[in-house]
C-alpha cells in the first residue's frame, strides 16, 4: 500500500526556515518524480515543486524560486522541502504527492503537513 | 504560464442531477489534463487522467472529454458523497497549474 507521510510542519516567524520531509513507502520510490503541493487555508490547490526520479531535475513555481529547495534521499526514501525566506503567504498545508508515472499527475497524496507563517 | 480557468465556481444541485464542470486553458495542452475531487480536511483524489481516462475504482458516473482548451468534467447522477471541490490539473507544461475549483454543493 502506497504511504506518503509528511513531517515538519509549524510556527515559523517570517524570514525564517522550515524543512519539510515527506516519508515515502508502498513503491519503489527511485523510479519516481515526486512534488509537492501546497493549499492555502480555505483555497484552492498550488503546485509547488518537483524533483525527478534521479534527483537530476528540479522544477519550482515562480511563487518560491530562489527560496525553496527540493531535494531527496533514495537511501531512506524519503522527499525533502527546504523553505527559506518564509512570506505569510506561504501559509499552507503543504502535500507531497505521487505521480501515477511519467506524466506529472498524482495518483496519491499525503495527509499534509501545516505551515503557518506568523509573527 | 497556462492559466486553466474553471466554471462554474460554485454549483449547487440535487442528488440525482446532471453535472458539468468545464476547465478552460489558455493554451493547447493536448489531453494532458487531469481531475480531482477534494473534501474538506482531505487530500485531493485523482478522479481522470488525460482527459477522458476514469482513475481505476472511480464510479462510472465520473466522466471526462475535451482536448486542446477546453475540457468536462460530467457526473451523470449525482450522489450525496460527490459534493466536494473539484479541481482540473494541466501536466503539459512546467509550472504545473491547477484550475480555481468548482464547489458542488446540496440545493
Known amino acids: 500500500e502506497v504511504q506518503l507521510l509528511e513531517s515538519g510542519g509549524g510556527l515559523v516567524q517570517p524570514g525564517g526556515s522550515l524543512r519539510l520531509s515527506c516519508a515515502a513507502s508502498g513503491f519503489t520510490f527511485s523510479t519516481y518524480a515526486m512534488s509537492w503541493v501546497r493549499q492555502a487555508p480555505g483555497k484552492g490547490l498550488e503546485w509547488v515543486s518537483t524533483i525527478t526520479s534521479g534527483g537530476g531535475g528540479t522544477y519550482y513555481a515562480d511563487s518560491v524560486k530562489g527560496r525553496f529547495t527540493i531535494s531527496r534521499d533514495t537511501s531512506k526514501n524519503t522527499l525533502y522541502l527546504q523553505m527559506n525566506s518564509l512570506r505569510a503567504e506561504d501559509s499552507a498545508i503543504y502535500y507531497c504527492?505521487?505521480?501515477?508515472?511519467?506524466?506529472?499527475?498524482?495518483?496519491?497524496w499525503g495527509l499534509g503537513t501545516l505551515v503557518t507563517v506568523s509573527s | 504560464d497556462i492559466q486553466l480557468t474553471q466554471s462554474p465556481s460554485f454549483l449547487s444541485a440535487s442528488v440525482g442531477d446532471r453535472v458539468t464542470i468545464t476547465c478552460r486553458a489558455s493554451q493547447g495542452i493536448s489531453s494532458y489534463l487531469a481531475w480531482y475531487q477534494q473534501k474538506p480536511g482531505k487530500a485531493p483524489k485523482l478522479l481522470i487522467y488525460?482527459?477522458?481516462t476514469l482513475q481505476s475504482g472511480v464510479p462510472s458516473r465520473f466522466s471526462g472529454s475535451g482536448s486542446g482548451t477546453e475540457f468536462t468534467l460530467t457526473i451523470s447522477s449525482l450522489q450525496p458523497e460527490d459534493f466536494a471541490t473539484y479541481y482540473c490539473?494541466?501536466?503539459?507544461?512546467?509550472?504545473?497549474?491547477f484550475g480555481g475549483g468548482t464547489k458542488v454543493e446540496i440545493k
Open positions: 488525460s482527459a477522458s
Open positions: 504527492a505521487k505521480p501515477y508515472s511519467s506524466l506529472i499527475f498524482f495518483d496519491y
Open positions: 490539473q494541466q501536466l503539459n507544461h512546467y509550472p504545473l497549474t
